[in-house]
């Protein structure tokens, strides 16, 4: 399978360069039919990075732990701070840290990332480029092709659409973050009590809203600060370990959020040009009978149009006879009712009936009647035009759709 080329050319004016693929044929080429519009949605596109989860870490200590610790009588909160690298390097030299006018920061709550992993445990399958079932998917049943119908006020609008808006999102990665809290107080007893306000939330979700992580607390090391005129310091470092997820807005230069709508079912509809009209004879075409041997519904074309269904297929291929009853020398009866047609739902002419004479077929032009579905036919013939008058012992065989 051809890789794909990560080079921005022209597919009108530039060819694809056979070093960037591993066989001869050409580079994947943007398939326009696969897109789909997102600038008039507003889902926005999910994305989380290691800031949100820094935030969200900060957040649960300020909001949620809220340390305290007394001094001089006084409730004072114990404020919480990043330590980037200035601050960082400060506590590396001297195991605290100084404000701008130098004077020492206590009490003072600094957390700092370590280290970022994937956990082995829940690897994502993609080897190299994103995998197609590598996705979480997301359904809405109501979009702009399927609106709902107000039942009180129902408003002049089209059928719906039996569609879905589908909602493509990539795996996130599952990463295992390390940080280090590092808590300063000025005695002992007030580091304790800082500590025996966090302790309780070890295993927690740690964060805000839909940003919780679970959060480890590991071994907590005390050490004591000794400076040479200067007020001894007393320090605690709490490792966390945070169970995360990492995810980007764009990867391998593709949306991590596809918007899509459900398949529709397609169809195709066989036509059969016929030169009569079926409904206006007791023949049927052999194309027609033989796509009829296949069960699947067609139309036809030409002298009738109409589509060709499993049950109008039978109304036009059953045929029955009915022997009628003498009742004169120009009229027979015959007990039967006719059929209704499925197609325009009236009953059918005499146009699709066969009548014979002694087994001699006779014109339509030689007699009348007008079919009926509710009482006894009545057939009437032209005895001038017919040459002889009917008589009992003729046997007059009326064959046709019957009901």
């Given at each position: 399978?051809?890789?794909?080329?990560?080079?921005?050319?022209?597919?009108?004016?530039?060819?694809?360069n056979?070093?960037?693929?591993?066989?001869?044929?050409?580079d994947?080429?943007?398939?326009?039919?696969?897109?789909?519009?997102?600038?008039?949605?507003?889902?926005?596109?999910?994305?989380?990075?290691?800031?949100?989860?820094?935030?969200?870490?900060?957040?649960f200590?300020?909001?949620?732990i809220?340390?305290?610790?007394?001094?001089?009588?006084?409730?004072?909160?114990?404020?919480?701070?990043?330590?980037?690298?200035?601050?960082?390097?400060?506590v590396?030299?001297?195991?605290?840290?100084?404000?701008?006018?130098?004077?020492?920061?206590?009490p003072?709550?600094?957390?700092?990332?370590?280290?970022?992993?994937?956990?082995?445990?829940?690897?994502?399958?993609?080897?190299?480029?994103?995998?197609?079932?590598?996705?979480?998917?997301?359904?809405?049943?109501?979009?702009?092709?399927?609106?709902?119908?107000?039942?009180?006020?129902?408003?002049?609008?089209?059928?719906?659409?039996?569609?879905?808006?589908?909602?493509?999102?990539?795996?996130?990665?599952?990463?295992t973050?390390d940080?280090?809290?590092?808590?300063?107080c000025?005695?002992?007893?007030?580091?304790?009590?800082?500590i025996?306000?966090?302790?309780?939330?070890?295993?927690?979700?740690?964060?805000?809203e839909?940003?919780?992580?679970?959060?480890?607390?590991?071994?907590?090391?005390?050490?004591?600060?000794?400076?040479?005129?200067e007020?001894?310091?007393?320090?605690?470092?709490?490792?966390?370990?945070v169970?995360?997820?990492?995810?980007?807005?764009?990867?391998?230069?593709r949306?991590?959020l596809?918007?899509?709508?459900?398949?529709?079912?397609?169809?195709?509809?066989?036509?059969?040009?016929?030169?009569?009209?079926?409904?206006?004879?007791?023949?049927?075409?052999?194309?027609?009978?033989?796509?009829?041997?296949s069960?699947?519904?067609f139309?036809?074309?030409?002298?009738?149009?109409?589509?060709?269904?499993?049950?109008?297929?039978?109304?036009?291929?059953?045929?029955?006879?009915?022997?009628?009853?003498?009742?004169?020398?120009?009229?027979?009866?015959?007990?039967?009712?006719?059929?209704?047609?499925?197609?325009?739902?009236?009953?059918?002419?005499?146009?699709?009936?066969?009548?014979?004479?002694?087994?001699?077929?006779?014109?339509?032009?030689?007699?009348?009647?007008?079919?009926?579905?509710?009482?006894?036919?009545?057939?009437?013939?032209?005895?001038?035009?017919?040459?002889y008058?009917?008589?009992?012992?003729?046997?007059?065989?009326?064959?046709?759709?019957?009901?």
């Amino acid at each position: 399978m051809p890789k794909i080329n990560r080079e921005n050319i022209d597919r009108k004016t530039n060819k694809p360069n056979p070093t960037h693929t591993d066989s001869m044929n050409g580079d994947l080429v943007l398939n326009r039919a696969e897109q789909t519009r997102r600038d008039d949605d507003v889902i926005r596109t999910a994305k989380r990075t290691t800031y949100d989860i820094d935030y969200a870490i900060k957040w649960f200590v300020d909001n949620e732990i809220q340390p305290q610790i007394i001094s001089n009588q006084i409730v004072t909160r114990v404020p919480t701070i990043w330590s980037n690298g200035e601050k960082w390097d400060n506590v590396r030299r001297l195991g605290y840290l100084r404000d701008e006018k130098g004077m020492l920061q206590s009490p003072l709550i600094m957390l700092k990332r370590n280290t970022v992993t994937e956990r082995d445990s829940v690897k994502t399958l993609d080897v190299n480029r994103p995998q197609s079932e590598n996705v979480r998917v997301y359904k809405s049943k109501y979009n702009e092709r399927n609106r709902y119908e107000d039942s009180l006020f129902p408003m002049p609008i089209n059928e719906p659409a039996n569609s879905e808006k589908i909602y493509i999102a990539d795996i996130p990665k599952y990463v295992t973050i390390d940080y280090d809290m590092m808590i300063w107080c000025d005695f002992t007893t007030q580091l304790n009590s800082v500590i025996d306000q966090i302790l309780p939330y070890g295993r927690f979700a740690w964060g805000n809203e839909f940003n919780k992580f679970t959060t480890t607390l590991g071994p907590i090391n005390f050490e004591t600060v000794n400076t040479v005129g200067e007020d001894r310091l007393v320090r605690a470092t709490i490792p966390l370990t945070v169970l995360g997820t990492l995810l980007s807005e764009q990867e391998v230069r593709r949306s991590t959020l596809r918007k899509m709508y459900s398949i529709k079912q397609l169809t195709f509809d066989q036509y059969v040009d016929v030169d009569v009209d079926l409904f206006s004879t007791t023949i049927v075409p052999k194309q027609l009978i033989r796509l009829a041997t296949s069960g699947v519904n067609f139309s036809v074309t030409g002298a009738t149009n109409a589509k060709i269904s499993p049950e109008t297929m039978a109304y036009l291929t059953t045929l029955t006879e009915y022997q009628a009853i003498y009742s004169s020398s120009t009229t027979v009866t015959v007990n039967a009712y006719a059929a209704i047609n499925p197609v325009t739902l009236t009953t059918e002419t005499k146009n699709e009936f066969d009548l014979y004479i002694n087994g001699q077929y006779i014109d339509k032009q030689l007699y009348t009647w007008t079919p009926s579905d509710a009482s006894t036919q009545t057939i009437i013939f032209d005895v001038a035009a017919l040459g002889y008058v009917i008589e009992t012992t003729d046997v007059i065989i009326v064959k046709g759709r019957w009901a």
